[in-house]
């Protein structure tokens, strides 16, 4: 290994998730692949978040990944549905990251100043 190799930033970052909270709406936002290995660790974030609140309101912030596979369009629809079997919502914000994917029952807003209203006019 060339020691150039350790000082640029490798092309694809490791998968990354940064939970906030606004009010009773839990934002996770991810960072990096979301690909089956991601997947796991995300579903125990996911989980948390849809047990914590009743109903819960959860934000998913994909502004930032740079790849997403069949798992983590999977993980998606599946947490949606949940959110909402349980009386609340899951909104995406995906910056592209979706294009040619199958993504069923998820939705999907442009911003996070979009989804935050959104979550707070439906309390």
Known sequence: ???????????????DI????????????LTGRLDTVACVI???YV????????????????TCLTAIDGCGCD???SASQHARAAGGRL??????VLSGHTAEDIE???SMADALIELTRSR
Do not use: E, N
Not at 1 to 14: F, Y
Not at 21 to 26: C, I, K, L, N, Q
Not at 47 to 62: E, F
Not at 91 to 96: L, Q, S
């Open 47 to 62: 989980v948390k978040a849809l047990v914590s609140r009743i109903p819960p309101l959860l934000i998913m912030d994909l």
């Open 108 to 110: 999907l807003l442009p």
């Open 91 to 96: 909104i995406v914000i995906d910056g592209g």
């Open 1 to 15: 290994m060339d020691s150039a190799d350790l000082d640029s930033p490798p092309d694809d970052p490791d998968f």
């Open 75 to 77: 993980l998606l629809s």
């Open 18 to 29: 940064r939970l906030d909270r606004h009010g009773d709406v839990v934002v996770l936002s």
């Open 42 to 44: 995300l579903k125990q």
